[in-house]
Nanobody
């Protein structure tokens, strides 16, 4: 069974950095993409980044482009979201999710198409 477990959230001041991790296990095939979503209080969940096949296939929402970096370890057992220059509007619960049978991230992956979800980790950015 596929499991995704996020960690690394916390409280940080504006301008600071955090690195989120997503421990991935249970995959029996390699053709999947991992995406990061976030949900701010009172707002809908939104996709912010994805990675597939290799680190050469990545995509970012405009709101995080240039500040966030998605990556994975060589074994594809852990995925990361490095978040720099954090802003108060980045405050949200961050989720990682997997979309099977996807080998490239040509855009943000749709919320409804994700096959597996983690439970999320809270990031709070103070002003």
């Amino acid at each position: 069974e596929v499991q995704l477990v996020e960690s690394g959230g916390g409280l940080v001041q504006a301008g600071g950095s955090l690195r989120l991790s997503c421990a991935a296990s249970g995959f029996t095939r390699d053709d999947y993409a991992i995406a990061w979503f976030r949900q701010a209080p009172g707002k809908e969940r939104e996709g912010i980044s994805c990675i597939a096949d290799s680190e050469s296939s990545t995509y970012y929402a405009d709101s995080v482009k240039g500040r966030f970096t998605i990556s994975s370890d060589n074994a594809k057992s852990t995925y990361y979201l490095q978040m720099n220059s954090l802003k108060p509007e980045d405050t949200a619960v961050y989720y990682c999710a997997a979309d099977m049978y996807v080998t490239r991230c040509s855009g943000l992956l749709p919320l409804g198409g994700m096959d597996y979800w983690g439970k999320g980790t809270l990031v709070t950015v103070s002003s």
